[in-house]
């Protein structure tokens, strides 16, 4: 149910947000209609419609993104006759021809007053919808990842349902509110007449503002401010200090009952079977480790949280390995470059992983333990029976202590009772006080993208100049020629940057070169200047460093107190792709 109320205010939310500005004329377009019959129809199409695409978005591939420009270019020209009928109702006779029929009878309807028909309100809806995706935060892009990796299933189509009817409540509130304010002018100066037409002439102009992008560049902007802080100070209340991914209803493992220990066994049934491939080993099955006692790790390997976590996870295999615990590697990819196998070999050699790993890049063991988390242990006793779970960093001694008791109830004499000391270095090396991490994960990407203050936003997958903007703590942009993507960003032309304002001990950003071989010189500077003793692992003191695979680059690491910094790396090579930032 956490899910569902975070998706229902997520959407609430997006009436905060000024990108909403240009939808609203359509929807108070019909205020002085009675709300069930005219506002309600009209609502329902827009939640519809919205929850269809994102649903098609989620689970299928960029041939979606064009058919949205379509369905966006298509719902202008609908509502663009409906204004003009608004203005000109004369125009509406003329405009009865075959050609534009659907149109017309549309805008027509929607000024008789004698008609009172449930399609024109509600196909006026679905065409509304088109145009309000791109006011979507945080809660909305953690749906349509979580989709992704789930694949789809009625959960994920009704969590959109019910974001979209969070914003369908909101734009209801302003259609009733609308409607009594059309009523009293109409009562107090009888100029119905120049209402409907001072309405026709504010859908044009909204219709004017969507055709020129100001719904996705300049108010979308705006909008950072006020709904995606809200929206992460709500993500940020269920999962903190995780890299987590909603998938629909929760699906935590529940208790099923208790063992002796004091541990639960829990009501999942996983499998290994689906890898794609195994690395260090055969392929292995439950039934197979049957007396051993199993931890299983989903990471992917830009993960920094992920990262972070594999020092202990190694540690443990090494220790534990002769007292029977099996440890394996679930790798399931955020990124596209991360279902390259070679990729996540070269990574399991760099981080020295020589336990077990499943290349899980269709999520079939991910869903079968119906997981959520990047990273996530599950602890399977010598049984097959999961009995304890954790996801995120941190609580390494407690994760441990379950190792020691699944081995003792296995049967095992000499567990040892101390629990290990790790001491890692660059990227593994633990996060400083959560204290001093202000700043979060930020996708560089637009389909999860925010906090982007370049002039005039982003330009969906097209090469576009980019300007600096005057970022704020937690904003960034662009400078130079880029092409922007749902994933990442790609720089088409040498002497392109990114500025971040960050506070934090740990700057990192995932970066790869477009071609596989070639090599991207970057420099560094923090406030302006070489970071010097702030460098992090993947530059030196003077800022310098080459981006020669798709991985996670530390790029800072402060020594001094933590505080506000303005952070910039400026590519000397074309064909760099950008991905994320975190931080630590």
């Known amino acids: 149910m956490i899910l569902y109320l975070l998706a229902y205010l997520g959407g609430v939310l997006t009436i905060v947000s000024p990108c909403i500005l240009p939808v609203i004329p359509f929807v108070l377009a019909r205020a002085d209609r009675p709300f069930l019959r ?21 689970v299928a591939g960029g041939w979606v993104v064009s058919a949205n420009q379509y369905g966006r270019a298509a719902a202008l020209i609908l ?82 349902l019910v974001y979209a009817a969070g914003a369908a409540t909101s734009l209801a509130l302003a259609l009733l509110v609308g409607g009594r304010v059309f009523a009293a002018m109409k009562r107090s100066i009888g100029a119905g007449e120049w209402i409907r037409r001072g309405v026709g002439v504010a859908v044009l102009a909204a219709v004017v503002a969507i055709s020129l992008g100001l719904d996705t560049g300049f108010l979308t902007n705006l909008s950072v ?108 990819p955020e990124f596209a470059f991360e279902r390259n196998v070679a990729n996540v070999k070269n990574a399991v050699s760099t981080l020295r992983i020589g336990y077990p790993v499943a290349i899980d890049n269709d999520y079939k063991i991910w869903r079968s333990f119906e997981n959520q988390y990047w990273p996530a242990h599950y602890f399977i006793d010598a049984n097959g029976k999961v009995r304890h779970h954790h996801f995120g960093e941190g609580e390494y001694a407690e994760s441990e202590r379950v190792i020691q008791t699944l081995l003792a109830e296995a049967g095992n004499r000499n567990v040892p009772s101390d629990v290990v000391a790790v001491k890692a270095s660059g990227a593994e090396a633990a996060a400083s006080d959560s204290a001093d991490v202000q700043s979060h994960e930020t996708y560089v990407g637009y389909s999860r993208g ?129 991905y994320a930032f975190t931080f630590g």
Request: hydrophobic content about 45%.
């Open 79 to 160: 509502l663009a006759v409906f204004g003009l009928t608004l203005v000109f109702p004369e125009l509406a006779d003329r405009l009865m021809r075959p050609l534009v029929a659907v149109g017309a009878r549309i805008s027509q309807s929607a000024e008789q007053p004698g008609e009172d028909s449930l399609v024109a309100p509600f196909v006026l809806g679905i065409a509304t919808g088109f145009l309000w995706a791109p006011c979507a935060g945080p809660v909305l892009g953690l749906i349509l990842t979580g989709a992704a990796l789930q694949g789809a299933n009625a959960g994920t189509a009704l969590l959109l």
């Open 450 to 578: 925010e906090n982007f203050v370049s002039p005039g936003g982003v330009v969906k997958d097209e090469a576009h100049a980019y300007a600096a903007g005057e970022p704020q703590l937690n904003d960034w942009s662009l400078t130079g020629n880029w092409t922007v993507g749902p994933e990442r960003g790609q720089l088409n032309a040498p002497d392109g940057s990114i500025v971040y304002r960050f506070h934090a001990r740990d700057l990192h950003l995932v970066l790869g070169p477009a071609t596989e071989g070639a090599s991207i010189r970057f420099r560094v500077t923090i406030d302006g200047k070489p970071p010097g003793a702030a460098h992090g692992m993947d530059t030196d003191a003077d800022g310098n460093g080459v981006v020669t695979t798709q991985r996670l680059y530390q790029l800072i690491r402060t020594p001094d107190a933590v505080t506000d910094h303005t952070f910039e790396i400026r590519f000397l090579d074309a064909g760099l792709q950008a």
């Open 38 to 58: 005219n506002g309600l129809p009209m609502l329902i199409g827009m939640s519809l419609a919205f929850a269809v695409v994102a649903t098609l978005a989620s």
């Open 225 to 332: 401010g006020s709904t995606t802080s809200l929206e992460q100070a709500l993500l940020d209340k269920l999962r903190p200090n995780q890299k987590t991914v909603m998938t629909g209803p929760s699906m935590q493992a529940k208790p099923a009952g208790e063992a002796a220990s004091g541990l639960t066994v829990e009501d999942l049934d996983p499998t290994l079977a689906g890898a794609q491939e195994w690395l260090n080993s055969p392929p292995l099955t439950f039934e197979a480790l049957k007396g051993k006692v199993v931890l299983v790790d989903f990471w992917t390997y830009s993960c920094i949280n992920c990262l972070r976590s594999i020092p202990y996870v190694r540690a443990w295999a090494e220790k534990y390995r002769d007292q029977g615990l099996v440890v394996i590697g679930v790798h399931a």
